[in-house]
C-alpha cells in the first residue's frame, strides 16, 4: 500500500482526537489525524512525523498525519485506515489461503460488518483486521483504548463460524521488529477474555508486523501471539 505524496514534519501538539499541529517547512500547520486512539506514546513534542499532501483543495485541512518516527523504534504508521487496505491486498496475492480466492470489503454478517470476506470453491471465510500501533518492549498491544466494538465482533465471529464460515482476525502490527502480541490486559479486560474464548472456538487469530516506509507500509512477518495473561 502506498500513498501519493509525503512530506515530513515536526509533531508540535494535538487539540483534539481529529486535529494536531505540525511544523512543516518552519510553519505550523493544522493537520488531520488518520487514528483517533490515544496514541500518547508515539505523538510527543518535536517527533519526527510524515504527512500525505490532501489530493482535495477544498479540504479544510491540507495534510494528513500518517506516520511518526518513534525514537528507539524507527517508523510506525498510525494511519488506522491502512492496515484493511494492506490486507486487501495481502490476502489478494495469495498470502492466507492456498488457492485463489475472491475477496469483497466490507462484508455484511448479522449485526456486524466485516472487514473482509473470501471465498472460493473450497471455504467462505470472515476476515477482520485490526490494525495495532501499540509498543511496549518490544511487545504489541491491542487495543490501547476500550473496544465494545472489538468484543462485538469477536462475538459475531463466533457465531458465524457456527454457521459454517471459517473466521480470522488479522492484527496488522504497524512496525518492525515486534517479539510477540498481546491483549492489552489493563486497558479492556473484556477483549481479551473474549479473544481467549474466540481462539478456543476456532477463530484463527493472527498477527504479522510490517515494513513502514514514509509513503507506504507493506504486511510483512508472522509475530507469535501470547493470549494467556504474562503480568
Known amino acids: 500500500m502506498k500513498y501519493k505524496k509525503v512530506v515530513k514534519g515536526s509533531f508540535v501538539d494535538r487539540p483534539n482526537r481529529f486535529i494536531a499541529h505540525v511544523k ?63 490486507a486487501l491486498e495481502w490476502v489478494k496475492a ?34 477482520e483486521v485490526k490494525g495495532v500501533t501499540l509498543e511496549a518492549d518490544n511487545i504489541a498491544r491491542f487495543p490501547d483504548a476500550p473496544t465494545a ?33 498481546e491483549p492489552n490486559w489493563d486497558t479492556h479486560r473484556e477483549f481479551g477474555e473474549t479473544l481467549q474464548k474466540a481462539k478456543k472456538a476456532g477463530v484463527h487469530i493472527l498477527a504479522y508486523d510490517c515494513l513502514v516506509e514514509p509513503d507506504g507500509m507493506e504486511i510483512q512477518n508472522p509475530v507469535p501471539v501470547c493470549l494467556e495473561e504474562t503480568r
Open 24 to 86: 512543516i517547512d518552519d510553519e505550523i500547520q493544522t493537520v488531520h489525524v488518520k487514528n483517533t486512539g490515544r496514541c500518547r506514546e508515539l505523538l510527543l513534542p518535536d517527533a519526527e512525523v510524515y504527512l500525505e499532501v490532501a489530493d482535495n483543495p477544498a479540504r479544510k485541512t491540507a495534510y494528513d498525519l500518517i506516520c511518526v518516527n518513534k525514537k528507539g523504534r524507527g517508523l510506525i504508521n498510525m494511519d488506522s485506515q491502512i492496515p484493511n487496505k494492506a
Open 149 to 181: 466494538r472489538g468484543v462485538k465482533h469477536l462475538e459475531e465471529m463466533i457465531h458465524c463460524m457456527r454457521e459454517g464460515y471459517e473466521a480470522y482476525l488479522l492484527l496488522v502490527i504497524q512496525m518492525k521488529g515486534i517479539t510477540r502480541f
Open 94 to 127: 495469495g498470502h492466507l489461503f492456498p488457492e485463489e480466492v475472491q475477496v469483497t470489503p466490507e462484508k455484511t454478517y448479522g449485526n456486524s460488518r466485516f472487514d473482509l470476506y473470501a471465498c472460493s470453491d473450497k471455504r467462505k471465510a470472515f476476515i
